[in-house]
């Protein structure tokens, strides 16, 4: 499996931009395999935001209450996907995580990293 470690959180404002990064431990992993973006509020159910199947170069998938406010995107050359988030409402406050899985495989049996909290304060 592929080591996974997400950073970039912090505590923001309502209204600012906020990029996270989710570094693998080998090389080409988003060629490898299909990444995802999930968060997790307190006392709540982990949640699905964004992902994308590199390899084959399909469209982005988003939850649909964050579509045109997060983007998910990668740098091959640094082992790295992003999370790109606009627009940060104070509902947007968790622990993001990412996740990694082969094609045909569940997001239950992904790699995941250890989570990056983002504050938002209104």
């Known amino acids: 499996q592929v080591q996974l470690v997400e950073s970039g959180g912090g505590l923001m404002q309502a209204g600012d931009s906020l990029r996270l990064s989710c570094t693998a431990s080998r090389r080409d992993f988003s060629m490898l395999y299909i990444v995802g973006w999930f968060r997790q509020a307190p006392g709540k159910d982990r949640e699905f935001v964004a992902g994308r199947n590199f390899i084959i170069g399909t469209d982005a998938d988003y939850a649909d209450s964050l579509k045109g406010r997060f983007t998910i995107s990668r740098d091959n050359a640094k082992n790295t996907v992003y999370l790109q988030m606009n627009s940060l409402k104070p509902e947007d406050a968790a622990t993001y995580y990412c996740?990694?899985?082969?094609?045909?495989?569940?997001?239950?049996?992904?790699?995941w990293g250890q989570g990056t909290k983002v504050a938002v304060s209104s």
């Open positions: 996740a990694a899985r082969v094609p045909g495989s569940t997001w239950a049996t992904s790699s």
